[in-house]
């Protein structure tokens, strides 16, 4: 599977969330981030990527990521 790129998610992240940078994201309520990183995640962007554009700490990600798959 190729790699998506930074623009592609964030392209991503606005389509999910309705925001457009990790500043806004921050603002948004938690179940509204929950939702968009549930969204990214199942349209193949990385922890790591998901972290890296939202602001978001690399363990929450894992942490969301995980219990949206169990």
Do not use: C
């Amino acid at each position: 599977r190729q790699r998506m790129g930074d623009d592609e998610a964030m392209a991503l992240l606005k389509a999910a969330s309705g925001v457009a940078s990790s500043g806004a994201f921050q603002r948004l309520a938690k179940e509204d981030q929950r939702r968009a990183v549930s969204e990214l995640s199942a349209r193949g962007s990385s922890i790591r990527q998901i972290a890296r554009i939202t602001g978001l700490s690399k363990g929450v990600v894992e942490a969301w990521r995980a219990a949206s798959i169990g």
